[in-house]
């Protein structure tokens, strides 16, 4: 009784039961398939089951398939109890036997899909990036090589501009001179006499004041164009500010525009590349001038120590910068010129020209007010 309990409660899984048959395929335990089958149905099975038994082996256990009324197939096992008087069936369906087999080949073939879709999208965003980083470099490649078509485009205008302004000095010199001899002439008694000596000086004193002017520019534009090194060394601030100052004052003035300084007295010198800081103060000059060829205006520029730093502060009265682009103007190759009149690498070498000294440059702009630019350098620079 207590097997029989046994073996009438045995469940496994879903359809997974267990019972006990005689020879006759008579149920010798309690089992609903007792409706579901006639005798003849089971004796038929059992005649399947123990042909495939090995009679001499009564531990044998036979396993087989067969068709159910169902749509599903049912997997039987049977095994002699009592020597052949007995036999134990057990019997399930085969989708449910095998159930935890298919959910794991399920599970494993989610996870092959899942591996392969998270292999697939990391190439992807790799090589995404690595299209990126190579689109970048290219890029950055061209700005270099347009740089180093600027420099020497730049280099070419240095030359051309020494190149003429050394012969313009030699001619000016030459009517400096003349003009001396011819005031000296003047001064003979058969011109005192003239009618026209008055005109006459008055016209020679222009001529030479203007002639000196000629040469003082001549001589600035040398001195820019032929300074091409970029040795740190002690400079005077206010001195090479008033000297830019003067290499502008024409184009200044022919564009309506006045240039004021306010300088405190007896800075300390500071350790810079002469020429670096000439080109990027005189970028900043003639930037603004361009902004106000159009109205006119005034630009101030001023230096100051403020703690362990010494500021410039150059202010125009132009139209402004519109806060959209504010952030964008120190972007190389970024220009608000038209075609020809602007590369976009000014302010941007200008940018880097100052964090290279260890300094800060930036800009306040108000709409039809006027431009700031401030550049604050230290006063002491570690030696590299």
């Avoid at 003082?216 to 032929?226: G, M, Y």
């Avoid at 800081?277 to 630009?299: C, P, S």
Wanted: aromatic residues 6%; negative net charge; hydrophobic residues 40%.
């Amino acid at each position: 009784m207590t097997f029989n309990s046994i073996v009438e409660n045995l469940r496994i899984g879903q359809t997974g039961i267990a019972f006990i048959l005689n020879k006759e395929g008579e149920f010798q335990t309690r089992s609903h398939f007792e409706t579901m089958r006639n005798k003849e149905e089971w004796k038929k099975l059992l005649e399947i089951l123990t042909k495939s038994m090995d009679k001499d082996d009564k531990d044998d256990i036979c396993i087989m398939e067969k068709e159910s009324l169902g749509a599903d197939k049912e997997i039987y096992a049977a095994s002699f109890l009592k020597g052949d008087d007995w036999i134990l069936v057990f019997r399930q369906n085969v989708s449910d036997a095998f159930s935890d087999l298919r959910r794991a080949q399920m599970t494993a073939v989610m996870i092959f899909i899942m591996g392969g879709l998270v292999i697939i999208t990391m190439s992807l965003v790799l090589s995404d990036r690595m299209v990126g980083r190579i689109a970048k470099a290219d890029r950055e490649k061209e700005m270099m090589n347009q740089q180093v078509i600027e420099t020497g485009k730049l280099a070419s205008v240095g030359e051309l501009a020494a190149g003429i302004a050394h012969e313009i000095n030699n001619p000016v010199a030459i009517m400096v001179e003349e003009a001396g001899w011819i005031q000296d002439l003047l001064e003979e008694e058969e011109f005192k006499e003239g009618e026209n000596l008055s005109e006459f000086q008055r016209a020679l004193k222009q001529i030479q004041t203007q002639g000196r002017r000629c040469k003082e520019i001549t001589h600035k534009l040398l001195s820019f164009a032929r300074k091409t090194d970029s040795r740190i060394q002690d400079i005077q601030i206010n001195e090479l500010i008033g000297e830019l100052v003067g290499l502008s004052a024409q184009s200044a003035k022919y564009n309506k525009v006045a240039i004021k300084t306010d300088f405190q007295e007896n800075l300390p010198p500071i350790r810079m590349s002469h020429t670096e800081m000439q080109q990027v103060l005189l970028n900043l000059i003639n930037n603004a001038i361009y902004a106000m060829e159009k109205e006119g205006g005034t630009i101030d520029i001023a230096t100051s120590l403020e703690d362990d730093s010494l500021l410039i502060r150059l202010s125009d009265t132009g139209p402004g910068i519109p806060r959209a682009i504010l952030g964008r103007i120190f972007d190389p190759f970024f220009t608000t010129k038209p075609v020809g009149k602007g590369t976009g690498l000014g302010l941007s070498i200008c940018y880097g020209i100052i964090k290279k000294m260890g300094g800060e440059i930036d800009v306040q702009s108000v709409v039809d007010v006027g431009t700031t630019f401030r550049i604050r350098l230290p006063l002491k620079r570690e030696e590299e």
